[in-house]
């Protein structure tokens, strides 16, 4: 399940499911109609609009435009499924003939199986650098030393990135260093901030 973040300007309002997360965003507004929280999907770092009613009427009529306007051909359009290209070499063409099922349940076999399989320790490392960096930029963008900051994320300075970010609003250092959980894996430490 998706984990949201709801700041007000430098202050986390909420943390945790989308409910939770709309119902605190929801009493704030009541409460202070001027206010312009921001929501993060804390996987992705990227702001997100948590009205319910609106998004579900838009995946209807997105799943609806999806299926009218589906390319006839190849695939099974109405399953979601859609025929596009791969390329690969005549060596691979021929293993994949020899499997039972078929190119192409052998090649939906394989990506399910590397969906699954855990990320290795690189893609965690840039994954988190990714999320981190989308949040401080919406967040933190005006803070000082906000460019430094997001140097040191990159390089894996985990110390030098605890230096940056001391002293800006306690919720941001918080959830920054939480959404950097694993950006320092690869680096040179824990951040100290």
């Known amino acids: 399940m998706n984990q949201y973040i709801a700041f007000v300007d430098f202050k986390c309002l909420a943390l945790g499911e989308s409910e939770v997360v709309w119902a605190c965003v929801q009493k704030h507004i009541e ?19 948590l009205d319910f009613e609106a998004d579900t ?15 006839a051909g190849p695939g099974r359009p109405k399953l979601g499924v859609v025929a596009r290209e791969v390329s690969l070499l005549p060596r691979h063409w021929e293993w994949l003939a020899g499997q039972t099922g078929g190119a ?16 290795s320790p690189e893609a ?22 906000y460019e430094d900051a997001l140097r040191y994320l990159y390089r894996g300075d985990a110390k030098r990135f605890g230096e940056q970010i001391d002293g800006w609003p306690e919720d941001v250092v ?7 959980g694993h950006a320092f894996e690869t680096g040179e430490g824990q951040p100290t901030s």
């Open 31 to 49: 409460a202070h109609p001027e206010a312009a929280p921001l929501v993060f999907d804390e996987a992705s770092g990227k702001v997100v609009d």
């Open 124 to 145: 965690l490392t840039k994954a988190s650098r990714e999320t981190t960096y989308r949040f401080l930029s919406v967040i933190a963008g005006n803070l000082p030393r």
């Open 174 to 180: 918080s959830c920054a260093l939480k959404l950097a």
């Open 104 to 119: 192409s349940a052998t090649l939906r076999s394989l990506v399910e199986t590397r969906m699954k399989a855990p990320p």
């Open 57 to 71: 009427k838009r995946e209807a009529e997105e799943s609806e435009a999806t299926l009218k306007t589906a390319p």
